[in-house]
């Protein structure tokens, strides 16, 4: 039997015990988008509207291990199965511990990302055991997306003080290496969203200050079939 052959079949088996009693959840929204496009910038504004909201983020979990700060230079230096064993557990870990206990109590979870822009980004990088870190899509599907665009040039210039070795290629942190990476990034991501086949609405994150937070609201609300009568 050849390593890859029993890579597979490791990852068949752990994969398919992970998903073990994981049930389609509902009011589940994501906020998809690439770095800097305003994903944080919408979940504050429609978690002050209703009281129903609770805003979820990876860091969530990783607050709890300690890691919040350091979890993108640590990847850094992990070998491809680590590598996507930790994202794996990362983002397993934010569903179990902080997205389902905020269903179970009848709220609509805003959640920044959730897997999407993990799974986009490591098909990107390719540093991952690629076979390992597509379980992240066995991950249960949201029932609604907010997909916020941005052109690169807007995206950079919020966060090019801060650039991190997660959101430019390695060795690249300046305008090219951004534009280049975030491209790729948005072609994995509009891949992963088309893919989820759930409704999706599509906004522009260039102009903050004119994103209508109350259609965004209105558009959840309309669309979630057994959503809380507070919406």
């Known amino acids: 039997m050849t390593a890859n052959c029993s890579l597979r079949r490791c990852r068949t088996w752990f994969l398919r015990g992970l998903a073990l009693d994981w049930q389609s959840v509902m009011s589940l929204v994501v906020i998809s988008g690439c770095d800097g496009a305003g994903k944080s910038t919408i979940a504050r504004a429609l978690s002050a509207r209703s009281a129903v909201y609770r805003r979820a983020h990876w860091s969530d979990f990783a607050s709890r291990l300690g890691i919040e700060h350091a979890a993108a230079s640590l990847i850094q230096d992990m070998k491809p199965v680590t590598r996507a064993l930790f ?12 997205i389902k206990p905020m269903l179970g109590h009848g709220h609509v979870v805003l959640c920044e990302s959730y897997y999407f822009k993990f799974l986009a980004k490591e098909r990107v990088l390719q540093l991952a055991e690629l076979e390992l870190i597509e379980g992240l899509g066995l991950l249960p599907s949201p029932d609604l997306i907010v997909d916020v665009s941005i052109r690169p040039e807007v995206a950079f210039e919020r966060i090019a003080t801060s650039l991190n070795e997660y959101e430019t290629f390695t060795g690249m942190a300046n305008w090219d290496g951004f534009r280049r990476f975030q491209e790729r990034v948005r072609y994995e991501l509009d891949a992963i969203v088309s893919a989820a086949g759930v409704p999706v609405l599509t906004v522009d994150g260039s102009n903050e200050v004119g994103l209508d937070f109350s259609y965004i609201h209105d558009w959840i609300s309309d669309h979630l079939e057994t959503g809380p009568a507070e919406l």
């Open 87 to 98: 994202l794996l557990f990362l983002n397993w870990g934010l569903h179990e511990q902080v």
